[in-house]
């Protein structure tokens, strides 16, 4: 066997470059080029190695690291002045009507709310906060009104009883000295004021999360297909354990750096992982992990390794058929590229045969 095509082979691998695009089935493969003479060389010369066409179900499976967290970060700032009394603990979690911090003994607690509590609520108003008191007092079992955006005298009664159950004054409007809106339940992450300090309205007095345990990964906007809202990921845990997520957001805005290589500029969007059953979720706040991402799977697909593709003079793609003591082309459609091989059809194909690849 005479080196041509050795080096042949060499010189398409050193050049060899797959980029899965955005429908995941075809793939680009920049090869160099080759005279006819070469191709009818090579084509009929024995290839170093060969390996075997083989039937089965392939994916674009890949890995990336990522953080293990809590979720979105949220400020919680004063909604009164005075001297800050009391403040849950950093790491405790902070559920609906349970208390965040303290003013002059007064109680700030939580309720859920996509807005921020940024007025007194009184009987006439109207808005979104008005509604989402009200959802939160009617989850509370403070009920007796219509949950709308009005808040009307029921609305009031039903806050008097709220009130009377913690021990306030009983005045019928809820305003920032007393509710603190946030999403869900929080995680107090850190303190922005100590017990003892003046605070003012507006003033931080928490640093806090979401209260569910997250993962957050980039990843490039060419492999973002394979991390579409809803998409299952495996994760492997600090602990050694794995657990099982769902894609629950994919950033929309692409910014350049976040791999392993401090000069990659290549675009990148956050991604963000949600976990079912928490308690299969164990590791300290922003631990590495790695997670395990599988996009499209083709079943009972004919498949090669991506190193047996030719590029052919004409264009397109082939292998090198060896059969029988010979070597012959033949010419192949490419379909998807995962796990180093990529799928492979065209006439005369079958399960079985063997290819030319390069030497090992």
Do not use: C
């Amino acid at each position: 066997m005479s080196g041509g095509t050795a080096r042949t082979r060499r010189v398409l691998m050193s050049v060899l470059v797959v980029l899965a695009v955005a429908g995941g089935v075809v793939a680009a493969v920049a090869v160099s080029s080759s005279s006819p003479e070469e191709t009818s060389r090579r084509g009929s010369e024995l290839p170093p190695a060969t390996a075997a066409v083989t039937r089965g179900d392939l994916s674009d499976s890949s890995q990336v690291g990522g953080t293990l967290g809590y979720g979105r970060e949220r400020r919680l700032n004063a909604g009164g002045a005075g001297t800050l009394t009391w403040s849950a603990g950093i790491g405790s979690t902070v559920k609906r009507d349970g208390k965040l911090y303290e003013i002059d003994g007064g109680a700030v607690r939580l309720m859920y709310g996509a807005g921020p509590m940024y007025r007194t609520l009184r009987d006439g108003d109207e808005g979104r906060d008005v509604e989402d008191l009200e959802r939160n007092l009617a989850a509370l079992g403070y009920t007796g009104f219509t949950v709308d955006d009005e808040y009307t005298g029921l609305t009031a009664a039903a806050v008097k009883r709220w009130q009377k159950s913690h021990g306030l004054k009983q005045t019928g409007t809820a305003g920032p000295g007393q509710i603190a809106f946030a999403p869900g339940a929080v995680r107090i992450k850190s303190a922005g004021a100590a017990v003892g300090d003046r605070v003012a309205p507006g003033r931080p007095v928490l640093d806090t999360t979401g209260s569910r345990r997250t993962v957050t990964f980039r990843v490039s906007v060419a492999d973002s297909r394979l991390t579409r809202t809803g998409t299952r990921v495996t994760v492997d845990l600090p602990d050694g354990t794995s657990a099982a997520g769902r894609v629950t957001s994919v950033g929309r805005t692409a910014r350049t750096g976040g791999g392993d290589d401090p000069n990659d500029k290549t675009p990148r969007v956050t991604v963000t992982v949600g976990f079912g059953d928490l308690k299969d979720v164990r590791g300290i706040d922003q631990s590495p992990v790695t997670v395990h991402l599988t996009g499209e799977t083709r079943k009972g697909v004919l498949s090669v390794p991506v190193n047996a593709l030719l590029a052919l003079p004409g264009g397109g793609f082939g292998l090198q058929i060896v059969e029988h003591g010979r070597a012959r082309e033949m010419k192949v459609r490419l379909g998807l590229f995962g796990q180093g091989r990529v799928e492979v059809s065209g006439r005369g194909l079958r399960e079985g045969m063997r290819v030319g690849v390069p030497a090992i």
